[in-house]
């Protein structure tokens, strides 16, 4: 039953099981809100408040959008940009990212889809063009003091390994303000919930699997918390037999070898869940390792 | 420059990471992690008021107060309204009012005689008027002669003069914004009044937040301008007491000061604050009511009452250092304060409290603090008839040596979020020397320390909304 | 295809080997960003208590000779 609603843009609002289910597009991929309740008004109300937040970090972030905060501060590469709180929160977040993890996560890698471009052709970049790219990515090079940022010319940054969590996080709390009842919000695969069903159970999760018949490659039940997942095997090259992932070293500019085709980690909140999940992926054959040692709850799919 | 040890695995830096960037930006309105395996270190509830959102917080709070032996009693509500902006600005508005009444010492020493002491009073009509009900003080008003008010004092009992009250309504402001690569650069002004004093005040603050947000440092300056109006005139230093109606006149006391102030963040779990603080007084200084006892040199008996006299200038300095420790649900606070000045008055104070949270919506926080001064020089129990006037004279006891103690409990409610109701109780005890060596004839019989001690209890509701 | 999961029990305070020795850097005195957690609660900000604090200076100036040095010295009342 598909609830014809007067929300913006909503694609559809209706009855699953238990709980009220609003879906939308946001962000380049489908959205979903699920709220358990009988109240269909105020779970529309969370709906939107979930969507007009997705939207709203969508807008402000989208490295596609040029009047996006993004947009701007790419468009204003080589000079110096002054950015709001929340923009600052996130760059110093990111910047932390980058030590803590000597250099793995960085906001200035998405130049690279310069050169690598993963449609599943053999079009691989030679050397020459890999060291042309490779003066541009290196979130050293940035000079970043809250709240001023300065990109050298060319450089671009991005929050794509984030805006994205971090919306999850933001609409789930908002959610929460509005309701109290059980709420699942999940952005293409990158989830949380605000704690366990009403009887107590968990929320039944399934990890796609990576192989072409997208079966279910696994199913977890999640009481409280998020999940987000990092590796996509639609996205990759092939060239004389070798398959390149389109996870990219932004050390090395070249694609981590013998990474795990995804990574899903369990963890408090959907940021801390996604970027976990990138940098275990960015271990390449050491995914696993890395994930035991941590002490992460994870699922890994090779 | 020094490497730091790596002190966590990266799972929970990544954690309070993201924790503290949902906290920051207020995402983690309600996030709970119900499965201990997930808990982070920044698994605290956050209250979605802070840095970067725009929030009114209104604080009211009570005041009551009573000291034993039927002295002081004072009762003092306020409210404080502060509205933050999101940019980081904010502007608070208190307002307060007290109402003071009781026993208050006069500065003279018991005797083992009763004691009579007059003072200034202004009434209507003319005729003599009795009135035990008016604080324990009969007034004396003779046709042709100006009224007196009258009270006495039984032997052996520290004078105190009953007819005391005052209202006091007192109100002040403060912006604060952060300007430019200043953190926070900010004013602020205040007007107090009672019935004989007034106060005008403004300040002014700096400050720079800078090593990773883990320091700051301030610069405020604080100037005012008070005012005396003692009820019955200004009366002249070092002269008997007397029922004499002068005319009115006003003292006035201008104060400059200033506050060098760094906070540090030391680790994860403790704040460090140091302050140095400089104040200059200059002008008026003396309590207009208060009084020292002449005695006979060799009896201890009292034979005259003169007004106090203190210098007009002072300058004090303190060094404040205050260390906050956070071992989740217990958070200590332990502060120093070392405190001298140039009327020879130097004071060391120790304070030690100690929250535990019970949960996520009750506290308890016991506390403890102890006090110790030195005399002022120029303080003395009494003065001795036949020796030579000093040039000042106090006997008040705050300017005297003693030791206090004090003792608290406070309990917390936290309602939602930042929103609070707290009780505290106070217990707070002065210790001196009753019994000087200078003490003369009958005042070795006596105890010739006016201290105080007092009961407070202090409620105060807060509460955050946007 | 194969499907895996990784152990949630693992010992977590290992010695982090990888480039993660980088962590932190060059550093003076005090905790990183993500160690500041703690520091955001009311209880640990310096002020969070106003009225009770003021309250406490005015009863203690009206009762010593002492008075600053959380802040400004001086209590605008005559209560001397």
């Not at chain 2, 009781?102 to 005729?127: C, K, R, Y």
């Not at chain 2, 603080?277 to 208060?290: A, I, K, M, T, V």
């Not at chain 2, 007009?312 to 070392?338: A, C, E, G, H, M």
């Not at chain 3, 520091?39 to 100036?61: I, N, S, T, W």
């Amino acid at each position: 039953m598909t609830v014809a609603t007067p929300v913006d843009r909503t694609l559809g609002f209706e009855r699953s099981g238990a709980d009220w289910r609003g879906f939308f597009s946001a962000m380049a991929t489908p959205c979903e809100v699920r709220v358990e309740t009988e109240d269909a008004e105020a779970a529309r109300a969370v709906v939107l408040a979930v969507e007009t937040e997705a939207r709203r970090i969508e807008a402000k972030f989208s490295r596609y959008r040029s009047d996006s905060v993004i947009g701007q501060i790419n468009a204003g590469a080589g000079v110096e940009t002054v950015v709001d709180s929340e923009t600052a929160h996130l760059l110093d977040f990111a910047d932390h990212c980058h030590r803590i993890s000597a250099g793995l996560f960085d906001v200035t890698s998405g130049v690279l889809r310069r050169v690598w471009r993963f449609d599943g052709s053999a079009n691989v970049p030679d050397d020459a063009q890999i060291e042309a790219i490779r003066r541009l990515v290196g979130w050293h090079r940035v000079r970043w003091r809250a709240p001023r940022i300065r990109l050298p010319a060319g450089m671009e940054i991005d929050f794509g390994g984030l805006a994205k969590e971090y919306a999850v996080d933001r609409a789930l709390a908002v959610a929460r303000i509005l309701i109290e009842a059980p709420v699942l919000v999940n952005f293409g695969g990158d989830l949380c919930v605000s704690g366990p069903r009403r009887n107590g159970s968990g929320w039944k999760v399934a990890i796609e699997s990576v192989d072409k018949d997208r079966n279910v490659a696994g199913l977890l039940r999640l009481m409280g918390g998020a999940v987000a997942t990092s590796g996509d095997a639609r996205r990759y090259l092939l060239k004389d037999g070798k398959r390149f992932g389109h996870i990219l070293d932004p050390r090395t500019c070249r694609p981590v070898e013998g990474a795990p085709r995804s990574v899903t980690v369990a963890a408090a909140t959907c940021v801390e869940a996604g970027l976990t999940a990138t940098l275990a992926i960015l271990q390449g054959v050491e995914s696993e390792v890395f994930l035991k040692r941590e002490g992460v709850r994870a699922w890994c799919i090779r | 420059m020094q490497l730091k040890k790596n002190r966590s695995g990266v799972r929970e830096q990544i954690a309070a990471l993201s924790a503290s960037l949902l906290a920051i930006t207020g995402a983690m309105a309600a996030v709970s992690v119900p499965d201990v395996a997930y808990a982070s270190p920044g698994d605290n509830p956050n209250d979605n008021f802070g840095p970067g959102v725009s929030y009114t917080q209104l604080d009211s709070a009570l005041l009551v107060y009573q000291e034993s032996g039927g002295r002081v009693q004072a009762i003092e509500p306020s409210a404080t309204l502060t509205a933050h902006s999101s940019a980081g600005d904010s502007l608070s508005v208190e307002v307060i009012a007290d109402a003071v009444s009781g026993a208050t010492p006069n500065g003279a020493v018991p005797a083992d005689q009763l004691q009579t002491f007059q003072t200034p009073i202004m009434i209507s009509g003319g005729h003599a008027t009795v009135t035990g009900a008016s604080g324990g003080s009969t007034v004396i008003s003779l046709p042709g002669v100006a009224a007196v008010r009258q009270y006495t004092t039984a032997a052996n009992l520290l004078p105190v003069d009953k007819g005391f009250h005052d209202h006091r309504g007192a109100f002040t402001f403060n912006w604060s914004q952060p300007l430019g690569r200043i953190s926070d650069i900010g004013f602020g002004g205040g007007y107090s009044r009672e019935q004989d004093y007034q106060a005008i005040s403004g300040n002014a603050h700096i400050a720079q937040t800078f090593n990773g947000g883990n320091t700051t440092a301030s610069l405020s300056v604080n100037t005012e301008l008070d005012s005396s109006f003692p009820y019955g005139g200004v009366p002249t230093p070092l002269t008997v007491m007397s029922g004499v109606w002068k005319k009115p006149g006003t003292r006035n006391k201008t104060q400059l000061g200033f506050v060098v102030g760094l906070t540090e963040v030391m680790s994860r779990r403790w704040l460090m604050q140091l302050n140095y603080s400089f104040d200059s007084q200059s002008g008026y200084q003396n309590d207009p009511y208060r009084i020292l006892s002449v005695v006979d040199s060799v009896s201890g008996e009292p034979t005259s009452y003169l007004y106090e006299s203190r210098p007009n200038r002072r300058q004090s300095q303190s060094l404040f250092w205050d260390n906050k420790f956070d071992f989740d649900p217990f958070v200590t606070d332990i502060s120093l304060r070392y405190f001298k000045d140039d009327w020879g008055i130097t004071s060391k104070t120790a304070e030690l409290s100690e929250r535990i949270n019970l949960g996520r919506s009750f506290f308890v926080e016991p506390d403890v603090r102890w006090y110790q001064q030195s005399a002022a020089n120029f303080y003395r129990y009494f003065l001795v008839g036949g020796d030579s006037l000093p040039t000042y004279a106090s006997s008040d006891t705050r300017l005297g040596k003693f030791t206090s103690l004090d003792y608290g409990m406070k309990l917390g409610f936290v309602l939602s979020g930042r929103t609070e109701f707290d009780i505290r109780g106070m217990y707070y005890q002065q210790t001196g020397d009753g019994h000087p060596a200078a003490a003369i004839g009958q005042l070795r019989q006596q105890d010739l320390f006016a201290g105080t001690k007092a009961a407070f209890v202090f409620f105060e509701y807060t509460w955050n909304f946007h | 295809m194969t499907f895996k999961i990784c152990s949630a029990n693992a010992v977590r305070r290992l010695a982090i080997c990888l480039a993660l020795a980088a962590l932190g850097g060059c550093s003076t005195v005090g905790p990183d960003p993500w160690e500041k957690d703690l520091m955001a609660r009311k209880e640990m900000l310096v002020g969070a208590y106003g009225p009770q604090m003021a309250a406490d200076d005015h009863v203690f100036f009206s009762k010593e000779a002492s008075s600053g040095g959380r802040g400004f010295a001086g209590g605008g009342c005559g209560c001397n």
